[in-house]
T-cell receptor
Framework: AQSVAQPEDQVNVAEGNPLTVKCTYS??????LFWYVQYPNRGLQFLLK??????LVKGSYGFEAEFNKSQTSFHLKKPSALVSDSALYFC??????????????FGSGTQLTVLP | DGGITQSPKYLFRKEGQNVTLSCEQN?????MYWYRQDPGQGLRLIYY???????QKGDIAEGYSVSREKKESFPLTVTSAQKNPTAFYLC??????????????FGEGSRLTVL
């Protein structure tokens, strides 16, 4: 079975500092990995994805993520945090070989707070 | 603009009543999904549908029902059998044919509160 873990429920960072939101995964095949962001009482918005190729993936709003196969991780990063980045972030995983439409398995989410 | 529309945004229900949440998409996507979100638990899959007139149970289907009579529409009914229906419900869709990397597109959600 595939699973994804976000070990931190809450991450606080000062504005202008770099931020990292952690994600680790467990799959039996090659994973597709995703990051989504959710603002209060809104739907999820897609940020970026890793499918294959370069381990460093760049996405929306200046975010990037690094795929590390040996550590089974896909941490979300941003060089300089903004107050407007404060939101709930979800990591998700999908197995490439799966034929099921069940598709994505989501982590439990990490609340990011950027302090002014 | 293409997207997914969920309605209503907020809904209040008395115990024992069934309610139906609407989800419409004009993205021409084949697959549609319903998720439930509770604080600290992430998203849990309720039902999904890959094609019209076909749908499958997800991880927490008990107390819910769906239909897929049209490609664009995937309504969710929360029945009186659902023991704890107060939650935020999210509808999503995905293109299931052609170039497909699994990315989901989400609606803005419906918040159901049982009084």
């Amino acid at each position: 079975a595939q699973s994804v873990a976000q070990p931190e429920d809450q991450v606080n960072v000062a504005e202008g500092n770099p931020l990292t939101v952690k994600c680790t995964y467990s799959v039996s095949g090659n994973p597709y990995l995703f990051w989504y962001v959710q603002y209060p009482n809104r739907g999820l918005q897609f940020l970026l994805k890793y499918i294959t190729g370069d381990n460093l993936v760049k996405g929306s709003y200046g975010f990037e993520a690094e795929f590390n196969k040996s550590q089974t991780s896909f941490h979300l990063k941003k060089p300089s945090a903004l107050v407007s980045d404060s939101a709930l972030y979800f990591c998700a995983v999908r197995i490439i070989t799966s034929g099921s439409a069940r598709q994505l398995t989501f982590g439990s989410g990490t609340q990011l707070t950027v302090l002014p | 603009d293409g997207g997914i529309t969920q309605s209503p945004k907020y809904l209040f229900r008395k115990e024992g009543q069934n309610v139906t949440l609407s989800c419409e998409q004009n993205l021409n996507h084949d697959a549609m999904y319903w998720y439930r979100q509770d604080p600290g638990q992430g998203l849990r899959l309720i039902y999904y549908s890959q094609i019209v007139n076909d749908f499958q149970k997800g991880d927490i289907a008990e107390g819910y029902s769906v239909s897929r009579e049209k490609k664009e529409s995937f309504p969710l009914t929360v029945t009186s059998a659902q023991k704890n229906p107060t939650a935020f419900y999210l509808c999503a869709s995905r293109r299931a044919s052609g170039v497909n990397t699994g990315e989901l597109f989400f609606g803005e959600g419906s918040r159901l509160t049982v009084l």
